[in-house]
């Protein structure tokens, strides 16, 4: 394989986190089709797509809950594609799954206390997340069953946080809530950015996910249709990468890949 | 009068099934595992303590400290191994491996020890009196303090639960296997400790019948598992205290119904465990999932 990081015209630095070629397959079905990306550190790197593009899939492949049939997922320098989940989390790579995934049975607080039981050492601590979510230190004691859907996603970020994770997943935040509490999700992210994280983040929400992210991917039927910054990207390219019609319309954009090699990431 | 002392002494009995029954339930809340081997790991508890207590003369009551660890550390390494490569490969797969396991224990102390009954003899001590209430109702001091340590178990249990850091993970995982593992959680090293519990409870479990009656190798599956799932399913599944009361309740209906006819001791106790499965199928204590 090629190293496309050899095509980029600044080169001073190494990406945090590097996906070469991924295949991942559901049963005979091939959900990736050598898929890479290459996640710089600060930034917020988004992954959009339609239903069924294989977004989720790459979230939970580089979060070690799938196993690729063939390719390579790097962080900071080193082979984690065999390395398993919890390895990874304890590494610095937390994921928020999709549908939250709250441990029912357990309160706010006892949530936010997993996450925290193999955290590394950095900013983030339980206080630290009340302070950032207000309202959660008053309902410690609840289960989170009893949560709306708003609340449970702000514990599911929290309880990720905690870990203190160099690298985090978010997967499809928005799902299921309505859109002003999306927006206010989505304003808390400046506050977790602001501690040295990364973040990659899956979304179905294109506006969303192009307001938020300093560089977006878009994957069609597991491959990559268009990557750039959101700045470089038009409407329209946006438009034919996720729905996967005729790129006639962005014809002559440098920013149109249909490709997998992400070497459009020079700046 | 002799109505009140079989509810008395049914309830003390409850105590023992209970025991019986809390590793079962707590193998099934945290890992799905139905472990039909359950009765026979609790008679290989009590023919390690008669080994112990052969070997080392230490007093049958003190056994535990010996055989608790032993079965514990037998059961985080079972757990690691065979029932983890189970559950890998799906439930039905994990109910067969049980069934086979017990099969083999029970083929294998017939094999190598010998079919006879052994109880495990707590010698000329108090706990073999009993004192009486009235003139008709008696209780033994050894079933009264099998009661006692059902409760001081499942308080425990309860306790390192809510409150222990490994409790929280346990209770974790049982939740959400795949989110625990998202949170750095290795569940399976989790099991492991959930099922070192499991048999520890076992091994007491094993050690109390062997004082209260006797032993041999079929008593596993055709006793001491069947009270265990009667208490388990009349208590609700996957609830401690529903144990407790599920053992209670088992105990009671036994006694009423030796009170009635003695030969329908064990009959009654089944009635009554169809009769719960048939209009209470989710168990006396309709709690979700154990907390």
Same mark, same amino acid.
């Given at each position: 394989m090629s190293e496309p990081a050899t095509e980029r015209a600044d080169n001073d630095s190494t990406p945090l986190l590097e996906v070469r070629d991924l295949i991942v397959h559901h049963g005979q079905l091939r959900a990736l089709d050598r898929v890479s990306l290459r996640v710089f550190p600060g930034e917020v790197y988004a992954i959009i797509g339609a239903n069924g593009a294989g977004k989720s899939t790459l979230l939970r492949t580089i979060a070690g809950l799938h196993r690729p049939t063939d390719g390579a997922i790097l962080y900071d320098g080193k082979d984690m594609t065999k390395v398993r989940p919890e390895r990874r989390a304890t590494g610095g790579i937390v994921m928020v799954p999709e549908g939250r995934r709250l441990f029912g049975s357990l309160t706010v607080e006892e949530n936010l206390k997993v996450g925290a039981t193999?955290?590394?050492?950095?900013?983030?601590?339980?206080?630290?997340?009340?302070?950032?979510?207000?309202?959660?230190?008053?309902?410690?004691?609840?289960?989170?069953?009893?949560?709306s859907?708003?609340?449970?996603?702000?514990?599911?970020?929290?309880?990720?946080?905690?870990?203190?994770?160099?690298?985090?997943?978010?997967?499809?935040?928005?799902?299921?809530?309505?859109?002003?509490?999306?927006?206010?999700?989505?304003?808390?992210l400046p506050q977790i950015l602001s501690t040295g994280l990364t973040v990659l983040l899956v979304e179905q929400d294109v506006s969303q996910a192009l307001r938020v992210a300093s560089h977006i991917q878009c994957l069609l039927e597991g491959h990559t249709t268009l990557e750039g910054r959101p700045s470089e990207?038009?409407?329209?390219?946006?438009?034919?990468?996720?729905?996967?019609?005729?790129?006639?319309?962005?014809?002559?954009?440098?920013?149109?890949?249909?490709?997998?090699?992400?070497?459009?990431?020079?700046? | 009068?002799?109505?009140?002392? %079989?509810?008395?002494? =049914?309830? *003390?009995?409850?105590? /023992?099934?209970?025991?019986?029954?809390?590793g079962l339930s707590l193998m099934f809340g945290v890992m799905k595992v139905v472990n039909l081997a359950h009765g026979d790991l609790a008679v290989i508890g009590a023919y390690v303590a008669l080994g112990v207590i052969t070997v080392t003369h230490i007093p049958a009551l003190?056994?535990?400290?010996?055989?608790?660890?032993?079965?514990?550390?037998?059961?985080?390494?079972?757990?690691?191994?065979?029932?983890?490569? %189970?559950?890998?490969? =799906?439930? *039905?797969?994990?109910? /067969?491996?049980?069934?086979?396991?017990?099969?083999?224990?029970?083929s294998g102390l017939l094999q190598f020890i010998n079919a006879d009954s052994h109880s495990l003899g707590v010698g000329e001590s108090i706990i073999t009196g009993s004192f009486s209430i009235g003139s008709q109702i008696q209780i033994p001091y050894l079933l009264l303090l099998i009661f006692a340590v059902a409760v001081v178990v499942l308080l425990g249990l309860q306790y390192f639960l809510s409150l222990s850091r490994y409790g929280r993970m346990i209770r974790a995982v049982a939740d959400d296997q795949e989110a625990a593992q998202l949170s750095g959680i290795d569940y399976r090293h989790v099991f492991g400790i959930a099922a070192a519990i499991a048999f520890g409870t076992v091994a007491l479990a094993g050690i109390a019948y062997g004082m209260y009656s006797q032993f041999s190798p079929t008593t596993g599956t055709d006793t001491i598992l069947l009270f265990a799932f009667a208490a388990?399913?009349?208590?609700?599944?996957?609830s401690l205290w529903g144990t407790l009361l599920g053992g209670i309740v088992l105990g009671v209906a036994q006694q009423i119904g030796a009170q009635i006819n003695q030969a329908d001791q064990v009959l009654a106790g089944y009635i009554v465990f169809l009769l719960v499965l048939a209009l209470r199928p989710q168990g006396l204590t309709a709690r979700r999932a154990q907390s």
């Open positions: 193999y955290a590394r050492k950095g900013p983030w601590t339980i206080e630290r997340v009340y302070e950032i979510f207000a309202w959660m230190k008053d309902r410690r004691t609840q289960r989170t069953a009893q949560l859907g708003g609340e449970q996603q702000s514990v599911a970020i929290g309880r990720a946080l905690v870990a203190n994770p160099r690298v985090l997943l978010l997967d499809e935040l928005s799902l299921g809530l309505a859109p002003v509490i999306v927006q206010r999700i989505y304003a808390m990207v038009t409407a329209e390219q946006v438009e034919a990468a996720y729905f996967g019609l005729s790129p006639a319309a962005a014809e002559g954009s440098e920013a149109l890949w249909h490709g997998s090699t992400p070497s459009s990431r020079a700046s | 009068m002799a109505w009140v002392n %079989a509810v008395i002494q =049914g309830i *003390l009995t409850g105590g /023992l099934y209970a025991l019986f029954a809390c003190w056994s535990f400290v010996i055989v608790v660890p032993i079965m514990a550390v037998l059961g985080y390494g079972l757990q690691r191994t065979l029932i983890q490569a %189970a559950l890998d490969r =799906g439930v *039905l797969i994990t109910l /067969l491996v049980t069934f086979g396991l017990s099969v083999v224990i029970e388990v399913v009349i208590g609700g599944l996957g």
